[in-house]
């Protein structure tokens, strides 16, 4: 199974349920709520993965690792971010040691 393919899939769902009705579909639901509810959605989400590494089971890692993917595709979605634009970024840091890429960051 491939993690592209399946982050594709789940991203094309989250577009899909965009104009749903929230009464019908969670998706909707949060996306009708804007960025700011979505942004703690992936804040709650990330917290529980967290959790789930330093103390729980592999089960309850790969559950929470999926909340946070969900989570993060819609929190994208939210603000008309596409994960290709993600993708992009992630293709432009492939080679580039973790340090040398944090520190051609722009600084504020």
Same mark, same amino acid.
């Given at each position: 199974?491939?993690?592209?393919? &399946?982050?594709?899939?789940?991203? &094309? ?8 009705? #929230? ?11 804007? #960025? ?11 917290? &529980? ?51 040398? &890429? ?5 600084? #504020?």
């Amino acid at each position: 199974m491939s993690l592209g393919a &399946e982050l594709d899939a789940l991203a &094309e769902t989250i577009a899909a349920r965009r104009g749903a009705d #929230p009464s019908q579909s969670y998706t909707a639901m949060i996306l009708a709520r804007g #960025p700011l509810y979505c942004a703690k959605k992936l804040g709650e989400e990330g917290v &529980e993965f967290a959790l789930a590494i330093a103390s729980q089971d592999d089960d309850a890692v790969v559950a929470e690792a999926a909340d946070v993917v969900y989570h993060l595709l819609a929190a994208l979605a939210a603000r008309g971010v596409s994960p290709a634009a993600v993708a992009a970024a992630l293709a432009k840091r492939r080679g580039l040691s973790g340090l040398v &890429e944090k520190d051609s960051r722009d600084r #504020p």
